[in-house]
């Protein structure tokens, strides 16, 4: 891929090559496919202000729809440029993404911004002009760590080029977008663990079912308790569903969230919420049993996107 140095004055410095992850990814360095070609800028335009008045600003603008217009006819970006702003004290990624009109991903990847909402002030942020996903060499928060993970095939076969962008390594995937459950995990913060304490028996996937002993698809997590252990709802909704002595699932409860999202809590001993009752974060739901089809103590626990079945550790922080 060649990138063609319009303005050197509003250029990062660049490393484009091919690499190879070096068997996963980490903060191990890597294995490079290609020499690197150097382009050696050392400092990115600052914005005073995100205003229309302001020169630079309006350069960034126009970049910005330059680019948006060849991603759309799909060509390769002429260049790839980048600014620089200090944010103010109101400033998330989604409020510079509307400003900027650059996606809140792009900002967000090359950031290193861990959820939505978070504040920015005092920070630098890196203004790309290019839309895309800037997954680091060595990811760190979570939503790196879940873009490297789903993306590591492609990375890993050097289908993308790496970018050297204020001293961090990046691959660039230029015009990819988040996915419906990336997108989910990072607008959706604070999502807490439905129990204080448990141990993981049974992940999302494929499995041999304790019941039957034949291969099923097990569409969520079990996470095994003490009988009489608080559930906790992992997010604010609404019940939707409330049933007691289900053959399969005995006494569970399904909560509506925002943004297309269920969580499904099953196998309670007994409930403590109304079908219809609003939730917040936190509040319990009912308690640990082993009601339906159960062989212990243990909550099963289901989150579904638009009516698809997740796996719940992309969501859960720290589990």
């Known amino acids: 891929m060649k990138i063609k ?24 360095e890597d294995q490079e496919a290609q020499a690197s070609v150097p382009l050696q800028m050392l400092s990115y335009p600052l914005i005073e202000s995100l205003d229309s008045r302001n020169v630079l600003f309006k350069q960034y603008q126009q970049a910005v729809q330059e ?8 060509d390769l970006p002429t260049a790839l440029e980048f600014y620089s702003y200090k944010a103010g004290k109101k400033d998330t990624a989604m409020l510079l993404s509307s400003r900027c009109a650059i996606r809140y991903d792009s900002l967000v990847t090359l950031n290193s911004i861990a959820e939505n909402g978070e504040s920015l002030e005092g920070r630098t942020i890196i203004l790309p ?6 997954i680091p060499h060595d990811p760190q928060t979570p939503i ?11 990375l890993l076969e050097g289908k993308y080029p790496t970018l050297v962008i ?9 015009g990819v977008r988040f996915s419906p459950a990336q997108r989910a995990y990072f607008l959706i913060p604070g999502m807490r663990l439905p129990l204080d304490k448990s141990v993981l028996t049974s992940s999302f996937g494929m499995r041999i079912s304790p019941i039957s002993g034949k291969w099923k698809f097990h569409k969520g997590i079990d996470m095994a308790a003490p009988i009489g252990s608080n559930i906790y709802a992992c997010k604010s909704g609404t019940a939707t569903t409330v049933v007691k002595m289900n ?12 943004d297309g999202m269920t969580s499904l809590y099953a196998h309670m001993n007994d409930i403590s919420v109304a079908k ?8 319990v739901l009912g308690h640990v049993g082993t009601t339906g089809m159960s062989t212990g ?23």
Not at 129 to 134: C, K, S
């Open 297 to 319: 103590p243990h909550l099963h626990f289901e989150i579904h996107l638009n009516g698809e079945a997740q796996d719940p550790q992309k969501y859960l922080r720290n589990y």
């Open 247 to 258: 053959p399969t699932y005995g006494n569970y409860v399904v909560l509506r969230h925002d």
């Open 67 to 74: 680019a948006s217009m060849a991603e759309i006819r799909g």
């Open 5 to 28: 140095l319009l303005n050197p004055a509003l250029m990062a410095t660049l490393v484009l090559t091919l690499s190879l992850f070096a068997g996963s990814l980490s903060a191990q």
């Open 129 to 134: 002009t290019a839309n895309g996903l800037y």
């Open 276 to 283: 219809d009752q609003k939730v917040s974060t936190g509040q």
């Open 144 to 154: 790196e760590i879940l873009l490297a993970k789903e993306h590591s095939k492609d």
């Open 166 to 174: 204020n001293g961090k390594k990046f691959y660039f995937m230029k």
